[in-house]
């Protein structure tokens, strides 16, 4: 009885920690439903005009296809430099690349918010300032850890000798990574494509700083929409980025699965 104890104890911590972190999903999706005219829960019934707001609206429009546009370029260049990063580490060995590896990681050490205002400053001096190019840099740079740290772990089930087997018979090192690395890592380019996509389609800290008319991804909308008034579409809105973020971490999961 003792020893089922702690596992009961942290079964029941695993639990509540499960429904704090969706509790909030637990009142967003009933307010999205509101009949109200200002975010609460249904008074009268279920009502779908705030959804119907949503998508006959072309400033929300707008912003889901530029979130769309920036995430799927932002990915492509995150996955350009985390993967080329990641192999470079790889083919080095452990221990010449302990630097580059937390280069790698800084923007996750780096506090959002000290980052933002260094960027900032930065593209208004060279003219990326509100646009989407340096919104993709932005978001490129930001999901850049979680491209590193997916590919490095995908590297470790690689057989080095299948390297040196293509480097023996003449291929170089374009060609290998190409032809022999990726396709035995693809897995984990899915799940680094999926968090760096998702890393984007969330991201609003940096994205205040960084854009100012011409750039209104979903979130920063969102974040304008909260600060001028309580609309009942923002909760619309929310219930969407949740379905597309479950959507997509299901396909992570599944494509992990396979790995395993």
Not at 44 to 70: D, K, M, R
Not at 79 to 91: E, H, K, M, R, Y
Not at 191 to 201: D, K, N, T, V
Request: aromatic residues 8%; proline residues 4%.
């Amino acid at each position: 009885m003792r020893a089922k104890l702690p596992v009961l104890l942290l079964r029941a911590c695993a639990v509540l920690a499960l429904i704090y972190l969706i509790a909030p999903l637990g009142v967003v999706i009933p307010v999205s439903f509101t009949d109200q005219r200002m975010l609460s829960l249904p008074v009268n019934g279920i009502s779908w005009q705030h959804y119907e707001t949503v998508f006959n609206s072309s400033a929300w429009l707008g912003s889901a296809l530029q979130s769309l546009l920036i995430g799927i370029a932002s990915t492509f260049l995150a996955l350009a430099l985390g993967v080329s990063s990641a192999i470079g580490c790889w083919l080095l060995g452990q221990g010449r690349v302990s630097f580059f590896r937390v280069v790698n990681l800084l923007p996750l050490v780096i506090p959002s918010i000290i980052y933002a205002l260094g960027v900032y400053r930065v593209f208004v001096e060279i003219g990326l300032y509100d646009t989407l190019i340096g919104v993709i840099m932005v978001h490129a740079v930001g999901s850049v850890p979680f491209v590193f740290v997916a590919a490095s772990t995908n590297l470790e089930y690689v057989d080095i000798a299948l390297v040196r087997a293509a480097r023996s018979l003449g291929a170089g090192l374009l060609r290998t990574a190409c032809f022999v690395i990726l396709p035995n890592i693809k897995t984990g380019l899915i799940s680094a494509a999926i968090f760096a996509f998702l890393h984007s389609w969330d991201e609003v800290v940096v994205t205040l700083f960084v854009s100012s008319r011409a750039v209104h991804t979903l979130p920063r909308r969102m974040w304008e929409g909260l600060s001028e008034n309580l609309d009942p579409a923002i909760a619309c809105v929310a219930v969407a980025l949740i379905v597309v973020t479950v959507i997509l971490l299901s396909v992570e999961q599944r494509a992990s699965g396979k790995r395993g």
